[in-house]
């Protein structure tokens, strides 16, 4: 009896062993709230297509344009139903949410990585996230309406020439039958292209003078002149009155897809969205920001990333796991690579898929002849999203005539010493 009862205790125990190695090879799960809202039907599809091969559930969440951070910090407050993926892309985001951040360092997915460019440490040293893929930005622009408007793309060069032939296409609209810009909305949707994109000539000239490494806690504002050179040609040659902007309400988008525009200030990332509308990319270019820097004739595009996986450190090992098996399907597989290279343009990783999107290939070509490529300072910029809405507020006094640029001098410099404080104390 005594034999029977010890063999049924070992066999309890061993049934135990099992059941307890069993739990450890728990699959988990991947939710990943999403940064491009223009990626989210490729990315929910890539997820059912990731699904159905290992069986890992993978949720797709996509915040609304502008949203993100608002988005992702009532997300993170879900506990263990939080985003195991998410976007920390750059150095303020750190500072936030560095406590979040799994250590990347030796990952699965980091030694895929071709560059570390694109990636974010914390001041220990700790990989908190990477880049998945870079973007460039500047004016995109329309060949074929240019070359109907009488000018080629070649006789760009600088701001004089931009500026000389946009006022033409201007003045000649009704005869043209399309204006020389798109709409400069200041609604939510669009007003981040001016506030943070645009902002970045002043911003990026400034930084390679005094060498930002780190935010300042001051700026001068020195290329600012040059920030609102652009800023009155697009506001001025366009079928938009510029005391409308801040109601919002337009679509620079269709605008230019309808033949409305020659010029359309934007980025990489609206590559497929233009040719899926039925746009030739043999039509379709892209230049810098000439503002009327002296030697910008050298200058090339805007490149970077704001667009950097960061692994939840509060969940599961399992979901740990399962997430960053899932980011290395995305950049080795041969379906993941496909819908990257599409929906993202070039990323950083050994087994990358050529895109096939001509903004990079100018991004490209403006480096190979020797020009500089226009960094992202604005990422430096501190409490971004009250910088900016103080930036649009003067930017639409400005517009509408209540308001000086010297306003918008004030928000620019002012208001990042202050927000600069309130971050930093």
Not at 12 to 19: D, I, K, R, T, W
Not at 89 to 99: C, F, H, I, L, Q
Not at 229 to 241: G, K, P, T, V
Request: with cysteine.
């Amino acid at each position: 009896m005594k034999k029977l009862l010890a063999l049924l205790l070992i066999l309890v125990m061993a049934l135990g062993m099992v059941a307890c190695a069993g739990g450890g090879d728990e699959k988990g799960s991947v939710y990943w709230l999403n940064f491009k809202p223009e990626a989210k039907e490729a990315l929910e599809a890539l997820a059912k297509t990731y699904t159905t091969q290992t069986g890992v559930e993978v949720k797709i969440v996509t915040a609304a344009s502008g949203q993100y951070e608002s988005t992702l910090t009532a997300e993170m407050d879900k506990g263990k139903d939080a985003p195991t993926l998410f976007v920390v892309g750059n150095a303020a985001a750190v500072n936030t949410w560095g406590d979040y951040c799994y250590d990347l360092k030796d990952t699965a997915i980091a030694k895929e990585l071709s560059t570390d460019a694109y990636n974010l440490y914390d001041a220990n040293g700790k990989l908190c996230s990477i880049g998945y893929c870079y973007e460039c930005f500047g004016i995109i622009v329309n060949k074929k309406l240019l070359k109907d408007a009488g000018y080629e793309l070649s006789e760009i060069k600088d701001f004089a020439s931009l500026k000389r032939i946009a006022e033409d296409i201007h003045a000649r609209a009704d005869e043209l039958g399309f204006d020389a810009f798109t709409s400069s909305g200041m609604d939510d949707s669009s007003s981040w292209r001016f506030s943070g994109h645009l902002a970045n000539v002043a911003l990026y000239y400034e930084s390679v003078d005094d060498n930002w490494t780190e935010t300042p806690s001051t700026i001068k504002g020195t290329y600012l002149q040059n920030f609102k050179n652009l800023w009155d040609l697009y506001i001025n040659n366009s079928a938009c009155a510029p005391d409308t902007l801040a109601t919002g309400g337009y679509d620079a988008g269709a605008e230019f897809k309808n033949g409305e525009a020659v010029f359309y200030q934007n980025g990489s990332w609206e590559f497929a969205g233009l040719t899926d509308a039925g746009m030739k990319a043999e039509d379709l270019a892209m230049i810098p920001f000439y503002s009327g820097v002296e030697g910008e004739e050298k200058a090339g595009l805007n490149c970077g990333t704001e667009n950097c996986w960061a692994v939840n450190a509060k969940a599961s090992e399992a979901d740990i796991k399962a997430t960053i098996d899932f980011m290395t399907w995305l950049v080795t597989s041969a379906e993941g690579t496909k819908v990257m290279a599409e929906q993202f343009g070039p990323i950083p990783y050994k087994k990358a898929a050529a895109p096939d999107n001509v903004f990079f290939a100018d991004a490209l070509k403006y480096t190979a002849d020797g020009c500089y490529t226009m960094t992202w300072a604005f990422n430096y910029t501190p409490n971004v999203n009250e910088w900016r809405a103080g930036l649009v507020s003067a930017m639409n006094q400005y517009n509408a005539g209540t308001g000086t640029w010297d306003d918008v001098v004030t928000a620019f410099v002012q208001g990042w010493a202050q927000q600069y404080k309130n971050a930093n104390g």
